[in-house]
């Protein structure tokens, strides 16, 4: 298993709603069970266990997978918490080395 954190300016109900549009399509993840805080999310590659907590301005983002850090799922879970906005104001998206 592995897990991974992310601090993040949007709130809870954002970073479920962003997961639950980009997961399925990334890597074929879908959303099958949680609450307005947490999500299971299931697939061919394996099983995510997302939960976003607020903290002040910012919310505490944290994926568990259950596979290794080298699967595929692991690179795409890190691939979408690397896309949310750091700072208010911040855009997020893909980085200057990946494709949009």
């Known amino acids: 298993m592995a897990g991974y954190q992310r601090r993040t300016a949007l709130s809870p109900h954002d970073v479920m709603e962003q997961a639950g549009h980009a997961l399925p399509e990334m890597v074929g993840l879908n959303r099958t069970g949680g609450s307005s805080h947490e999500a299971t999310f299931d697939g061919a590659e394996g099983t995510l266990k997302l939960s976003a907590h607020r903290h002040g301005p910012y919310t505490s983002v944290l994926a568990n997978t259950d596979r290794l850090r080298t699967s595929r799922i692991d ?21 200057s080395g990946e494709a949009s």
Not at 75 to 95: A, K
């Open 75 to 95: 690179y795409e879970v890190q691939r979408f918490l690397n896309r949310l906005p750091y700072e208010p104001g911040d855009v997020g998206g893909p980085g």
